[in-house]
T-cell receptor
Framework: GAVVSQHPSWVICKSGTSVKIECRSL??????MFWYRQFPKQSLMLMAT?????????EQGVEKDKFLINHASLTLSTLTVTSAHPEDSSFYIC??????????????FGSGTRLTVV | KQEVTQIPAALSVPEGENLVLNCSFT??????LQWFRQDPGKGLTSLLL?????REQTSGRLNASLDKSSGRSTLYIAASQPGDSATYLC???????????FGQGTELSVKP
């Protein structure tokens, strides 16, 4: 079935630095990828929709200058958290839609990235 | 505002019990609804998908029903096992290939 690889699985960074998270579709081309954030004991909240070759669409309240999304190819989208602060510590998950609709629902999720800002 | 709510937030049951997880959504014009499983610190695994025209879907010990008009879905787990312990999330989509709106999840613990 469709596979999405997300790296790193966890990262610790100092306040003020930037962190890049990668999301790759391994066996399909994803024209659209989604980035979610999940705080402890809370649900996934969509941050932005990433479209290959064009600008990402951000949800209301998400700072596009802080959370930079690049979708330069059909198999790779990246999320860069710029000037990270402790309140950015969270679990970030990407998702991609398989055009072939393999699997249930056609959406495949990465394994997530645990970001801790100290 | 399109919102999804799940009840209960947490549930603990002894092994072997049948159980029901609830999901409600404010805007009934959904395209489809999915149930996911999330293990601690992991990504999501899709369990069942119900299209807006369907009433239920079954997979093994799992059965999901959908009452679109009332904005409700239930996930029924039969003969629960410790391996079923996880957080269960429901999510709705309002168009094909569109974003998913998630509930806050039900954290299930099945005690041996």
């Amino acid at each position: 079935g469709a596979v999405v690889s997300q790296h790193p699985s966890w990262v610790i960074c100092k306040s003020g630095t930037s962190v890049k998270i990668e999301c790759r579709s391994l066996d399909f081309q994803a024209t659209t990828m989604f980035w979610y954030r999940q705080f402890p004991k809370q649900s996934l909240m969509l941050m932005a929709t990433s479209n290959e070759g064009s600008k990402a669409t951000y949800e209301q309240g998400v700072e596009k200058d802080k959370f930079l999304i690049n979708h330069a190819s059909l198999t790779l989208s990246t999320l860069t958290v710029t000037s990270a602060h402790p309140e950015d510590s969270s679990f970030y998950i990407c998702s991609a839609r398989d055009p072939a609709d393999r699997g249930i629902g056609g959406y495949t999720f990465g394994s997530g990235t645990r970001l801790t800002v100290v | 505002k399109q919102e999804v709510t799940q009840i209960p937030a947490a549930l603990s049951v002894p092994e072997g019990e049948n159980l029901v997880l609830n999901c409600s959504f404010t805007d009934s014009a959904i395209y489809n609804l999915q149930w996911f499983r999330q293990d601690p610190g992991k990504g999501l695994t899709s369990l069942l998908l119900i299209q807006s025209s369907q009433r239920e879907q079954t997979s093994g010990r799992l059965n999901a029903s959908l009452d679109k008009s009332s904005g409700r879905s239930t996930l029924y787990i039969a003969a629960s096992q410790p391996g079923d312990s996880a957080t269960y999330l429901c999510a709705v989509s309002y168009n094909q290939g569109g974003k998913l709106i998630f509930g806050q999840g039900t954290e299930l613990s099945v005690k041996p």
